[in-house]
Structures are given as C-alpha cells and as structure tokens.
C-alpha cells in the first residue's frame, strides 16, 4: 500500500490507512524517515545601482526582494499517530520571525552615501 495520496495535499500529505498500532509491548516496523515533506525552495534577489554624484560622493541605491515568487513553505507533515492531525501539515516552515526562509514576499530598499 502506498503511503502517499492519490491526491496528496497539505490535508491529506501521508495516507493514515497505510499504518497501524503495534501489538501492546511490541515496536512498530516503520523505518526512519519514512515520508519526506514538501520540498523547500525560495528565490532571493537583489539589486544594486551607484550614482556618482562628484568626484568625492557616491549615492549607492540597492532594492532586494526576499521569496519574489511568493511561494508558500509548508513545514513537515505531523507524524504522531495517534494526533487527529496525523498526516497533515499544520504548520510552515518560519512561523515565527518576521524575516528569513519562509515567509512571505518582502521588498527592502537601502540609500547609502559614500564620500
């Protein structure tokens, strides 16, 4: 039996049929890392344009833009078997600071004066 989904979704991501409990005092015959979650990717840019405004100052502007596709990074599937969200994933991958891997699309732009 197939772990994964004919559908798979972030609701549905490993199939809860394919397991069972083990007998009462036994292990479970599952291995390590059985179901992978969904794959992590970003795209990161960043640009950057100097201005000479004389010969001794230089205006240096620079615009960056963090997960440009806006691409939501759902984190891993919730592996406890005896969860009611076994299965499901319920949580992404940086839920809790605002700036990094996996939160949504930011733009921030800089102006720096070298003399």
Known sequence: MSLIPAKQTINNWIKAAAFAVPANGTWGNAGRNLV???CFWQADTALSRDFHLNE?????????A???FN???F????SNFSSANFGQITTTVNGTSPT???TPRQFQFAMRVRF
């Open 71 to 73: 691409r939501a990074q």
């Open 100 to 102: 990094g891997s996996g």
């Open 56 to 64: 001794r100052f230089i205006l240096m502007f620079r615009a960056e």
């Open 75 to 78: 984190g891993n599937p919730n």
């Open 66 to 68: 963090f997960n440009v």
């Open 36 to 38: 992978r979650g969904p």
